[in-house]
Structures are given as structure tokens and as C-alpha cells.
Nanobody
């Protein structure tokens, strides 16, 4: 079992930056791939970024490549999402997820068994 708690969301102007953090409970954090998903109003939840269980591989949705960076610290049981050059279309609820050890990282939410409650990110134009 893994419990996930996100933090760091908020309101930011377009072009600004935010850093999301996800803290995980349990001793098995390092056994899971970790990912960030997001869901905008009226849209389906979509993959944003993911990292394999040791952090050796990362992957990003095309819409955020070059702007977002995912990183994990297995000693601290945390995974962060650094978001730069934010755009209004990045506005969404962002979810942290833990899931199966696949390589490369899976984009499918079906591969992630554990989810946080989400944190709101709003980018004003």
C-alpha cells in the first residue's frame, strides 16, 4: 500500500513557474514507477510525466516537453514536478500516481494503482 499526498499547486501568471511535490508513505516507494497526470474541466485525465522506479528513465507528454521536469528522491519518498513557462492550457487538477514497474514509463492510468487527491494548478493569462 502506498498513500500519496500532493502539494504545491496554486495560481500563477502565464510564463511563471510552480513546483509540485508528492509525498509517499510506506517503505516500498522505490518499487513503483511514479507519474503525474492532470485533468482539466470537461476533459479526461491525461499523462503529464513519469519516472521509472529508480529514476533512471523519464518521459513526458509532448505538450510539456522542455517545460516540465519530473524528479524523484527514493530516500525521501518524494516525487516532484517542476513546471516552467506555464500556459493557461496547463490549468488542471494535477494528480500523483504510483504504479507498475514498466520500462519505458506507461502513459496509461490503468497501470497506476495508487493516486493522490490532486492539487489545483491555475494559470492566468
Amino acid at each position: 500500500q502506498v498513500q500519496l499526498v500532493e502539494s504545491g499547486g496554486g495560481l500563477v501568471q502565464a510564463g511563471g513557474s510552480l513546483r509540485l511535490s508528492c509525498a509517499a508513505s510506506g517503505r516500498t516507494f522505490g518499487r513503483y514507477n511514479m507519474a503525474w497526470f492532470r485533468q482539466a474541466p470537461g476533459k479526461e485525465r491525461e499523462f503529464v510525466a513519469g519516472t521509472t522506479w529508480r529514476g533512471g528513465s523519464t518521459d513526458y507528454a509532448d505538450s510539456v516537453k522542455g517545460r516540465f521536469t519530473i524528479s524523484r528522491d527514493n530516500a525521501k519518498n518524494t516525487v516532484d514536478l517542476q513546471m516552467n513557462s506555464l500556459k493557461p492550457e496547463d490549468t488542471a487538477v494535477y494528480f500523483c500516481a504510483a504504479g507498475a514497474r514498466t520500462a519505458p514509463v506507461s502513459y496509461s492510468e490503468n497501470q497506476y494503482a495508487y493516486w493522490g487527491q490532486g492539487t489545483q494548478v491555475t494559470v492566468a493569462s
